[in-house]
Structure formats: structure tokens, C-alpha cells
């Protein structure tokens, strides 16, 4: 496996050019720019990120979700409050978050305080999904041990019931999180691994910038 893994090329490029000395002051402004342009360059799912948590015994988790918003508050993802990820947030609101958009050799690095966001963002949220996502989010079972492919039929035909007859239903255990970062990372990816890093970091009066070594 060592061979075919070092056959596999990574960080080929052409990459964007990146000067530290011309970002914003603060670092949301920086992503929606990368984020846009990952969307220009046809980058997959561009939205998708890893949210990092810690269990209960202080084990770190992993997972992958969608961005569904940001704005002056933080970065905004929504999932039950019942499963793992909300269960982890309750006891431990500490996160992470990591985007990668491997066509322009681009990573970044959030890690902040998840806090959940208010009821009528929710309902929002949750209307807005399709009817096969509230359905799945209706039978508030995430993550539990599965018997059979027909227990999973039946149960998601009965929220498809429940969604017809509610059409305004909303999944009590539904949240949506916000993530308030107090430190962002931007790593600009270089095939000679001459990486540009920046790091913003939350303090006082504000943020304040700083390059790293790659």
C-alpha cells in the first residue's frame, strides 16, 4: 500500500497566487472570497466542511456537513440535538471546523464555540429542507444500531405520513448551531510545499494577523 500511495500525486497545481499582505481585517471576508471562488471553479459541494467535536470521554469525533450560512455571528450547520453531534455540543461546545477545496490547493481552519441559534432560524431551516430530509430528521434515531432495511422503510414512511398531513411539521430535536470562531486559519497550498499560511485570531480589539511558517 506504501507504493500506491506514493504513486498518487497531491498538491500538482497550478495554484492561485496569495500575498498575506493584501487580506482583509478580519477573516470572514477572506473565506467568502475563497469560498466564491471555489464555486467559480466548479470545486464540488464547496460547502462541505468537517465539524470536529469531543465526546464524553474527551475522544475526539469527526464528521462531514454542509455550511449553511454565515454571517457577523459565525459559521451556521444544522443537525438534531438528539444524535452525537448535538449530545457532544451540549457537554463540550468547543469545535472545529476544516474546509478543503483540493482544486485550488486551498485549506481552512476554524476553531470556536458552537452555540444553537434561535427557534424561528430552526423552523426556517427545517422547512426549507426537502421532504426526504425531514423525514430522516423526523425519526430522531441518528446514529442508534439499525435491525433491517424494512424497520427503516416503515418508520420513514410513517414521517412521510406525518409530513403530509403537517406540512409545517418541525422536528423538535432540530438545531441549527452557530460557530463563533476565535481563531481561523487560511493555508494557500504551493506543489513545492512552500505553503502560505495566515492565521487570524480573535482578541480584545480585535483581530489580529499572523503569518505561519508552512
Same mark, same amino acid.
Given at each position: 500500500?506504501?507504493d500506491?500511495?506514493?504513486l ?9 497566487a496569495?500575498d498575506a499582505?493584501?487580506t482583509?481585517?478580519?477573516p470572514?471576508e ?12 466548479g470545486?464540488?459541494e464547496p460547502?462541505?466542511?468537517?465539524l470536529?467535536?469531543v465526546?464524553?470521554?474527551g475522544?475526539?469525533?469527526?464528521r462531514?456537513v ?8 459565525g ?10 453531534k448535538?449530545?457532544?455540543?451540549a ?21 470556536g464555540?458552537a452555540?444553537?441559534a434561535?427557534i ?6 427545517? #422547512?426549507?429542507?426537502? %421532504?426526504g430530509?425531514?423525514a430522516?430528521?423526523? !425519526?430522531?434515531?441518528q446514529? *442508534?444500531? +439499525?435491525g ?10 410513517r414521517?412521510?405520513h406525518?409530513l ?7 422536528a423538535?430535536s432540530w ?7 476565535h481563531?481561523?486559519e487560511f ?5 513545492d #510545499?512552500?505553503?502560505? %499560511?495566515?492565521?487570524?485570531?480573535r482578541?480584545? !480589539?480585535?483581530?489580529?494577523? *499572523?503569518? +505561519?511558517?508552512?
Open positions: 500500500m506504501r500506491e500511495l506514493r498518487l500525486k497531491s498538491l500538482t497545481g497550478p495554484f492561485p496569495f499582505d493584501l482583509p481585517n478580519e470572514r477572506l473565506f467568502l472570497h475563497w469560498l466564491r471562488d471555489a464555486i467559480e471553479a470545486v464540488k460547502h462541505a466542511m468537517v470536529s467535536t465526546d464524553e470521554n475522544g475526539p469525533d469527526a462531514v454542509i455550511l449553511k450560512n454565515l454571517d457577523q455571528r459559521w451556521h450547520f444544522a443537525t438534531t440535538d438528539s444524535g452525537p448535538g449530545r457532544q455540543i457537554l463540550n461546545p468547543a469545535v472545529a471546523l476544516t474546509f478543503y477545496w483540493p482544486a485550488l490547493g486551498r485549506q481552512v481552519r476554524l476553531r464555540m452555540l444553537q434561535e424561528h432560524e430552526r423552523d426556517a431551516d427545517f #422547512r426549507a429542507r426537502s %421532504r430530509a425531514k430522516v430528521a423526523l !425519526l430522531a434515531r446514529s *442508534e444500531v +439499525l433491517s432495511t424494512q424497520e427503516l422503510e416503515d418508520a420513514l414512511n414521517q412521510h406525518r403530509q398531513e403537517e406540512p409545517d411539521l418541525v423538535p438545531a441549527v448551531f452557530i460557530v463563533m470562531p481563531e481561523v493555508c494557500q497550498g504551493d506543489s #510545499r512552500r505553503h502560505y %499560511r495566515l492565521r487570524y485570531s482578541k480584545k !480589539l480585535g483581530w489580529v494577523r *499572523e503569518r +505561519l511558517w508552512p
